[in-house]
């Protein structure tokens, strides 16, 4: 790895698409650090020793993305450490599934800070390092349910299509300085926790899925590559959708 590598931090690099997104950043190149809550510490170290032994050189950092404050002492450990963050993927999300008539505001705050909020409070962290470096990448992990809605997400649908709001907004600020901002709204991937669903509930998923199958993770991973690649900064304000036609727009 090179001292010139771009650096990348993925926050929740430690989930199933976040680690393949941070592969994926590995492979072509660039300094990858994954964000986990700091909850998720024992599992973090865990996460780093697997990829190292897959030859994957991720650094990983603590950090609660639903707290402004820190927020900003987690970026500025990964500038000290590995100079400013020039691409970030927010990948950090959660679900308090419920229909609107049993959702409580507990469950209503969490989605909206940690999947929502998190993007404004990481991004306005590293934003005025990628403007002023003329160049710099920002992709938001959204869904198909914030383009499509979901029953029994009012929450999560609304924090994913909200995503998409502040993506298209924000590259209109970083468009003249070089600064793309894009969105990656992915349909129903084949994670551990897809993978614990019920044989009947997997079922039912997929054949409502035109290619009858859910996506990979590496699948998301490779249009995050897409978008943070330096040769491709006139692509902005885009959302990509990766559904396997489940949501057509």
């Known amino acids: 790895m090179t001292a010139a ?10 989930g199933g698409i976040g680690t393949a997104i941070c592969q ?10 994954a964000n986990h809550h700091p909850s998720e510490q ?39 450490a590995h100079g400013p ?8 999300g959660i679900t308090r599934d419920k229909t609107f008539k049993k959702m ?3 469950s209503w705050n969490a989605v909206i800070n940690v999947n929502l909020n998190s993007v404004f409070n990481v991004t306005r962290q590293v934003w005025d390092d990628m403007l002023a470096a003329g160049s710099g990448r920002v992709v938001n992990i959204s869904s198909v349910n914030g383009q499509r809605g979901q029953f029994g997400q009012t929450n999560y649908s609304t924090a994913k299509a909200g995503m998409h709001g502040f993506t ?13 901002v894009n969105t990656v709204s992915p349909g129903y991937v084949e994670t551990a926790m897809t993978k614990a669903m019920r044989d009947d509930v997997r079922e039912a998923i997929v054949s409502g899925v035109p290619m009858r199958r859910m996506g990979q993770p590496e699948e998301i991973a490779s ?27």
């Not at 590259?171 to 793309?180: N, S």
């Open 104 to 106: 409580d505001e507990a």
């Open 5 to 14: 590598a771009r650096v990348a931090l993925v926050t929740g690099g430690i």
């Open 223 to 249: 249009a995050v590559s897409f978008l943070v690649a330096e040769e491709n900064g006139y692509v902005t304000g885009a959302n990509l959708p990766v559904n396997g036609g489940l949501f057509i727009h």
């Open 168 to 180: 298209m907004a924000l590259a209109q600020e970083g468009a003249a300085k070089g600064v793309t």
């Open 85 to 92: 963050v020039t691409v970030l993927v927010n990948c950090a």
């Open 24 to 33: 994926r950043l590995c492979r072509d190149g660039l300094r990858v650090v």
């Open 42 to 80: 024992d599992a973090a170290v865990a996460w780093k020793k697997e990829q190292q032994e897959a030859g994957f050189d991720v650094d990983t950092i603590a950090g609660d993305v639903s707290s402004f404050e820190d927020s900003q002492r987690m970026v500025a450990e990964i500038k000290q």
